[in-house]
């Protein structure tokens, strides 16, 4: 299976402006998580998919691969399949550029799930909501699994099925496409509930698709919001640079 990692990086973030380029232990956040994310070593190749130059040039002068594109796509996985399209692999993982803490394992564990399952044409992550209040919080997204481990629902609000509670997880920004699959996603016409909620995710679920999820035990750290960067910098600055 010839695997290719993307990661899109879009400057102006709507949540948090430039959010890409902040700085953690005084290093750009993209840098943080291109770094990390190579280490996964069943890449073919490992690309940083951006409309900024300044991100470009980041990346190139670190030794990484870059593909600029200022076409307006309407979200991540839409700006990786423009990436990967011209590309020889079976799959894509879009792996968001605020998931400072991601882990190797944790991909290993998401393709697993598309492997065991040739069904499936795309595998995303979760982790338990360890604190309750967190369930509230818009910038967390929930993801609720079937007994199959598909997933049945995505929301920023709690999830819930016939007005009864059931476990949310926490959802990782990683989506681990077949390619062909990612690129009829970019060919499919938005959602309401995808725009309405501004998930990209849904889009799958709305036009009849399942999507595989892995239950990694370890939350991870997305940089949200000014209050996540300033908890990661303290973070790092207690774990001596490791989350």
């Not at 476990?167 to 077949?178: D, E, F, P, Q, S």
């Not at 709305?206 to 999820?213: A, Q």
Request: hydrophobic share 40%; with cysteine.
């Amino acid at each position: 299976m010839k695997i290719v990692g993307v990661i899109p990086a879009r400057l102006a973030s709507s949540r948090f402006p430039r959010k890409a380029l902040a700085l953690i232990a005084g290093r750009p956040m993209i840098l943080h998580v291109w770094e990390r994310v190579r280490a996964f070593s069943r890449f073919e190749r490992l690309i940083v998919a951006t409309d900024d130059e300044s991100i470009s040039q980041l990346i190139i002068q670190n030794g990484g691969e870059v593909v600029l594109s200022n076409e307006p796509f309407k979200n991540g996985s839409e700006r990786c399949a423009s990436a990967v399209a011209d590309i020889d692999c079976d799959v894509c993982i879009d792996i968001q550029g605020d998931e400072i803490s991601i882990t190797p394992e944790q991909l290993e564990r998401t393709v697993q799930v598309l492997e065991n399952n040739p069904d499936l044409h795309v595998a995303t992550a979760a982790f338990p909501v360890l604190q309750s209040e967190d369930l509230s919080d818009p910038n967390l997204v929930k993801v609720a699994v079937d007994a199959l481990g598909h997933a049945i629902e995505f929301s920023r609000k709690p999830i819930t099925v016939a007005g009864q509670k059931i476990t949310n997880y926490g959802h990782a920004g990683i989506y681990v496409y077949r390619k062909d699959f990612l690129i009829e996603y970019a060919r499919l016409p938005q959602t309401s509930r995808e725009i309405a909620e501004s998930l990209e995710q849904l889009r799958i679920l709305e036009h009849g698709h399942k999507i595989g999820v892995a239950i990694i035990n370890k939350p991870l750290l997305s940089v949200n919001t000014p209050e996540d960067l300033a908890l990661a910098n303290r973070l790092f600055s207690q774990e001596g640079g490791v989350i």
